[in-house]
């Protein structure tokens, strides 16, 4: 079966700019999770999703992040506007179910100059 | 405040000898521990987990120890192989969760030839 799917894989931009990241799990996972993994540290859960309802988005900055599921598949993530702090790998990740393992997409790299 | 530990950044080991990774969690509420292994550039995946009403689970080389007692959960790889060496993390789920994992920060592992 395909992974899940992320774009972009890099992404440079300056302090207060906007960005956006795409992510497409596995076909039939109906629960949807978006980390942020600073380096050195492990991934921290940013907003969680049961089909395109949100779960969990306790952790997540909502006054810069914003993230929606639209049908309940694709998933898009933004940042508006960007902080030097932000600079991180966001990945995606998706089950059948919240019980089950999670899937991850290899990440965007975002850096904040 | 950090609810699951792994104390050690990394680890070197031989080729053939045995890897073993800890964990350390604070929260008794966790009820289910994953293993996660990450290659540079790649998103983590899944390795091997255990329900916390079990003590052992093996999968081939591969065999997760859980000291609820201790609130302390092991990783065991024997033999170790070259192909071992990546960054392995240890993840926890509380119990009635939809799903929400709790990473520690990493562990780097090279296996030597």
């Known amino acids: 079966e395909a992974g899940v799917a992320q774009s972009p894989r890099y992404k440079i931009i300056e302090k207060r700019q906007s960005v956006a990241f795409w992510c497409n799990p596995i076909s039939g996972h109906a629960t949807l999770y978006w980390y942020q993994q600073i380096l050195g540290q492990g991934p921290k859960l940013l907003i969680q999703f049961q089909n395109n309802g949100v779960v969990d988005d306790s952790q997540l900055p909502k006054d810069r992040f914003s993230a929606e599921r639209l049908k309940g598949v694709d998933s898009t993530l933004k940042i508006q506007p960007a902080k030097l702090e932000d600079s991180a790998v966001y990945l995606c990740a998706s089950s059948h179910v919240g019980n089950q393992p999670q899937h991850f997409g290899d990440g965007t790299r975002l850096s904040i100059l | 405040d950090q609810q699951v530990k792994q104390n050690s950044p990394s680890l070197s080991v031989q080729e053939g000898r045995i890897s073993i990774l800890n964990c350390d969690y604070t929260?008794?509420?966790?009820?289910?521990f994953l293993w996660y292994k990450k290659y540079p550039a790649e998103g983590p995946t899944f390795l091997i987990s255990i329900s916390s009403i079990k003590d052992k689970n093996e999968d081939g080389r591969f065999t997760v120890f859980l000291n609820k007692s201790a609130k302390h959960l092991s990783l065991h790889i024997v033999p170790s192989q070259p192909g071992d060496s990546a960054v392995y993390f240890c993840a926890a789920r509380a119990s009635g969760n939809t799903g929400k994992l709790i990473f520690g920060q990493g562990t780097t592992l090279q296996v030597k030839p």
């Open positions: 929260n008794s509420m966790f009820d289910y």
